[in-house]
């Protein structure tokens, strides 16, 4: 079994870097993986359950790595790259998994090591867990992951940007790259809207608990539930999506509140068809995804009982 690369460094071992590191010593697609983050307890946890070997500095985890992963909230990827890139081996890749492209790239770019081939990138896949323990190895399987490379890159950035791909296609996962400024437009779409909506839907219930007198909870049903689940994500993380992405997300939010005025517009108006044809319209989109392979069609997302 050929690894993509011989090292490489982790620098934020929760859910995503930890499903990394696991990922690639399983399908062999990195021969060691070495470890940093922030919160000791994390770190020593992440060496305890095997993802790999724990750096005593961010200087010293990234000194022998081919390819470098910052696996930090999107606010913190500036100071970790600046507090490592001294430390990199020329040639070595240096990349990330945040949920953002634009503010990272442009940031990145102009750290200074023009011997360093910087290549942004976005595994979309997740789950509302965080920390080390959330990590597992199947994570990336038939899951789409964009790279954001420079345009006109030189020969050695494109055979980077090639391995890095390769490594990702180890992982399971499906490589498409993209221009960063797409990327965040198309994500504040299918992405960050859907968590915003599910904050939001959350709190209002949650203040209306009040007036219903705890029965918001106690007869929680599916559509709620769904919402509750997106919503007991990150904060950290997703305040820092929202900060990084704003000018897509007020686009697409803008987009938003005119089809709802036109909703409530609907309801108030008793008009029917209005209403039928939109839903018909969405029932459409969600078979569309089904086929796609981007969900599945079985009842209640495919959940056991036991589970509800
Ligand atoms: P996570 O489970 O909370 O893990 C992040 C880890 O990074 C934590 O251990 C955190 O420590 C550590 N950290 C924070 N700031 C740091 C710093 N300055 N230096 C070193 N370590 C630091 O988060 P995650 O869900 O894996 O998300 C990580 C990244 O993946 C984010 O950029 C996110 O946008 C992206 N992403 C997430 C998902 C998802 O579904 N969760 C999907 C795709 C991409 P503390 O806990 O002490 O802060």
């Known amino acids: 079994m050929t690894a993509v690369f011989n090292q490489i460094a982790i620098i934020g071992v929760g859910l995503i870097g930890g499903s990394i590191a696991r990922a690639a010593l399983e399908s062999g697609a990195a021969a060691q993986v070495v470890l940093f983050d922030g919160d000791a307890n994390a ?20 000194s022998g790595a081919d390819a470098v992963f910052h696996c930090v909230p999107v606010g913190a ?16 890749i240096l990349t990330d998994v ?3 492209k634009g503010n990272i790239a442009r940031d990145w770019r102009s750290l200074g090591r023009a011997d360093v081939h910087v290549i942004p990138g976005h595994p979309v896949a997740g789950t509302e867990k965080s920390g080390p323990d959330a990590g597992f190895a199947s994570l990336f399987q038939g899951r789409w992951c964009i ?17 890095l791909a390769a490594f990702w296609t180890k992982l399971g996962s499906k490589v498409e790259r993209m221009d960063a400024q797409r990327h965040d437009l198309v994500l504040a779409v299918t992405s ?14 949650y203040d209306m608990e009040a007036v219903t007198e705890g029965e918001v909870v106690k007869f929680s049903a599916a559509g709620f539930r769904d919402f509750t689940r997106i919503a007991a994500s990150d904060p950290t993380m997703w305040r820092d999506v929202f900060l990084n992405n704003k000018e897509a997300v007020l686009e697409v939010l803008g987009r938003f509140d005119d089809d709802l005025t036109a909703l409530r517009k ?3 108006n008793g008009d029917g068809q209005k209403l ?17 392979g981007q969900d599945t069609a079985a009842a209640n997302f ?3 009982k036991a589970e509800e």
């Open 276 to 292: 039928f044809d939109v839903f018909t319209h969405a029932r459409g989109i969600r078979r569309e995804i089904i086929e796609a």
């Open 43 to 62: 770190l020593k946890r992440a060496g305890e359950i095997g993802f790999g070997k724990p750096a005593a500095s961010i200087e010293q985890a990234v």
């Open 77 to 92: 990827m500036a100071a970790t790259a600046r507090a490592s890139i001294g430390a990199m081996k020329p040639g070595a």
């Open 98 to 100: 945040g949920s953002v």
């Open 266 to 268: 609907a309801i108030r």
């Open 192 to 205: 960050h809207l859907p968590h915003l909506i599910a904050y939001n839907m959350v709190a209002t219930a």
């Open 302 to 304: 495919g959940r056991d």
């Open 147 to 163: 790279l954001t490379p420079e345009q006109g890159g030189s020969a050695e950035y494109v055979a980077a940007t090639d391995r």
